[in-house]
């Protein structure tokens, strides 16, 4: 069985799993492939560590929907002021370049529903 590690704290902990979205996949792949150093941990939020995580996940939240406003922003600018394909194409890559700075303080969703789940097993017995 697989070790659960707190994303927040670090320590083994049992907690609510994340969800395993394009950004967790995309690491997991990584270190399977490239640094062959793979743990295969599941990575949960413990129960005392949930505020700083609530913290952080409100705060990736909201700069990744700021970003993305002031890439569109940029992009609506760029194609009005100039209209040509190289102004379409550079405002995709603002764009692109503002979600991939939203991401550098990254927090995954909780896998909400797999708790469910479980307490729900752990109650019917």
């Known amino acids: 069985m697989s070790k659960s590690y707190c994303i927040v704290c670090g320590k083994e902990k049992k907690g609510i799993e994340i969800e395993y979205d394009i950004v967790i996949k995309g690491i997991r792949w990584f270190k399977r492939n490239v640094t062959k150093n793979e743990k295969n941990n599941v990575l949960v939020v413990c129960s005392s560590c949930y505020s700083l995580y609530k913290k952080s996940r409100d705060k990736f939240e909201l700069r990744e929907r700021l970003y993305i406003a002031l890439g569109l922003i940029f992009f609506i600018l760029m194609v009005f002021i100039s209209h040509t394909i190289a102004a379409f194409i550079a405002g995709l890559v603002v764009i692109a ?26 109650s019917s017995r």
């Open 97 to 122: 370049f503002l979600y991939i700075l939203s991401l550098m303080n990254y927090m995954p969703k909780l896998d909400l529903e797999k708790a469910k789940k479980i307490k729900k097993r752990k």
